[in-house]
């Protein structure tokens, strides 16, 4: 195992009925004004925004909103964002919404002490401090409530690009997996496949390292259970719960913990698919092109695609793991190829060249440093 050191900072509060403490976790830091940043609207019709703004209330903090972050956040409503902050002085972000409001939120937080926010995205500048960032979480997806990570597009360059750093952590993030049982039914599976992901980064480039391979293979089992439970019964508040605690320990440092940093290539790829089609769901996007990575790269770590087949699919090869997985995601409703996502094949090497941009900044690929070449080989097995 890979030496490492596991530092989270951020306090979660997790269960039924915790909305309502935002406030008051808020008023210990000092804090009496923050951007409240929020989707479309949703948590007007899920109860989720009468809490929130009660508890602020009731902690004696102000608040100006900022509505309209899209599932794929971008960087002019970010700097539209910075610029409320500046001229209200705002002293912290409040994200109330899933990866996609909480990502921005961080985007806003860093770039608050920047005079130009991409410049970190392009790793001009290091992050070195940031507004304080709070969140209640409506979507179990990204594990952004618990991590120093943020993605973001830049809609002109159609460069959907990540930026990383510990003062990016929030401060304190509410967990109430209840008010998730009336998202619509794809949100939930794109959640899940995202968390899956996350693990999976991680979990091929293990050499069998333990506890945490084994860690990552009940994660993977026990998405799998919830995801299958809330498909007959979306109220089922324990597969709920199993579901949210599992995407947090997908990548709040647990899943990790001497793995060697992981592999990301498929959300690189991916993040070129939806920079370009910013209609598909970032999970929707990892729904396809993972199985495809696997079949290209499985015979870099055998031994280790081989225990994944075995162990979460009771296959003796890879490829009949492949097909089960593939099934799996199709059983519950998700494209598992480029042609579900509407993607043409002439596309292919356009997507290829928008995710190879990425390589300016930093390799794409571990167990194998994927060239141009490789992103147009791996598409081609997802078309």
């Given amino acids: 195992m890979q030496n490492f050191v596991f530092h989270n900072p951020t306090k979660v509060i997790f269960g039924q009925g915790s909305i ?3 406030g008051n ?8 004004r923050v951007l409240l940043l929020a989707g479309k609207g949703s948590i007007k019709t899920n109860g989720v925004y009468e809490q929130v703004v009660e508890s602020l209330r009731e902690s004696h903090i102000d608040w100006v909103e900022h509505w309209g972050v899209r599932p794929n956040p971008v960087l002019s409503h970010a700097i539209e964002g910075i610029k409320i902050v500046r001229e209200e002085n705002l002293q912290g972000i409040l994200a109330v919404g899933g990866g996609s409001v909480i990502d921005e939120a961080k985007s806003i937080a860093a770039g608050f002490y920047l005079d130009n ?30 991590d120093p990570y943020a993605v973001l597009t830049n809609e002109k360059e159609n460069k959907k690009w990540n930026i990383g750093g510990f ?9 109430d997996p209840s008010v998730q049982s009336t998202l619509p039914w794809e949100q939930t599976v794109y959640g899940a496949i995202d968390a899956l992901s996350h693990i999976m980064e991680f979990y091929f480039q293990s050499k069998g390292e333990e506890p945490t391979t084994s860690i990552n293979e009940t994660l993977i089992l026990t998405i799998f259970n919830s995801v299958d439970q809330l498909q ?64 290209y790269i499985h015979t870099l770590n055998e031994m280790q695609f081989l225990r994944w087949a075995k162990v ?38 356009l997507i290829a060249e928008n995710v190879y941009q990425a390589y300016s900044i930093r390799t794409i690929g571990v167990l194998k440093n994927l060239d141009l070449n490789d992103i147009i080989e791996i598409l081609k097995i997802a078309y």
């Fill in 232 to 295: 007959t019964n979306p109220l089922d508040y324990k597969a709920r719960s199993a579901l949210s605690w599992s995407a947090v320990l997908a990548l709040n440092g647990i899943s990790g913990a001497g793995l060697y940093g992981g592999d990301w290539a498929c959300h690189t790829i991916e993040h070129g698919i939806s920079a370009l089609h910013p209609e598909v769901a970032h999970g929707a996007g990892l729904a396809v092109v993972f199985p495809a990575w696997i079949k």
């Fill in 167 to 175: 003062p990016l952590y929030p401060k304190v993030s509410i967990i």
């Fill in 117 to 146: 926010l991409w410049d970190a995205f392009e790793r001009k500048v290091e992050i070195e401090k940031a507004l304080p960032v709070f969140t209640v979480l409506t979507i179990s997806a990204t594990c952004s409530e618990m």
């Fill in 25 to 32: 976790e808020i008023a210990k830091y000092g804090i009496k």
């Fill in 20 to 22: 309502p403490k935002i």
């Fill in 312 to 349: 979460i699919f009771g296959k003796n090869n890879v490829d009949s793991a492949i097909l089960a997985l593939k099934e799996k995601y199709k059983s519950w409703g998700s494209p598992v190829s480029l042609r579900d996502l509407g993607i043409f094949k002439e596309e292919i090497p």
